[in-house]
Nanobody
Framework: QVQLVESGGGLVQAGGSLRLSCAAS????????MGWFRQAPGKEREFVAG????????YYVDFVKGRFTISRDNAKNTVYLQMNSLKPEDTAVYYC????????????????WGQGTQVTVSS
């Protein structure tokens, strides 16, 4: 089992920045590729960013490229999502997840999920 706890969400004006953190406990964190997903009201959950076990490889959905950066610190068992130039359409609950095998982009391949943190971007 891996327990994941997100933090760092909040209310920010458009153009602002937030840094989300996801702290892991339980099994060895560095064994798991990690991902960030989000879900806005009335919409399906969508992939935002992913990172390999070592952090050497990262993956992003097109609409966050150049604005969001995923990183991890295996010594601290934490994965981060730095979000810059935020837009109102980025408003959602953001979830981190630990991946088993399979595609980064498909949430069905993730074995463990956090409870989510709300990000609200005002215009």
């Amino acid at each position: 089992q891996v327990q994941l706890v997100e933090s760092g969400g909040g209310l920010v004006q458009a153009g602002g920045s937030l840094r989300l953190s996801c702290a892991a406990s339980g099994r060895t964190f560095s064994n798991y590729p990690m991902g960030w997903f989000r879900q806005a009201p009335g919409k399906e959950r969508e992939f935002v960013a992913g990172i390999s076990r070592s952090g050497a490889n990262t993956y992003y959905v097109d609409f966050v490229k150049g604005r969001f950066t995923i990183s991890r610190d295996n010594a601290k068992n934490t994965v981060y999502l730095q979000m810059n130039s935020l837009k109102p359409e980025d408003t959602a609950v953001y979830y981190c997840a630990a991946k088993g095998s399979g595609s980064y982009y498909d949430g069905r391949w993730y074995d463990y999920w956090g409870q989510g943190t709300q990000v609200t971007v005002s215009s």
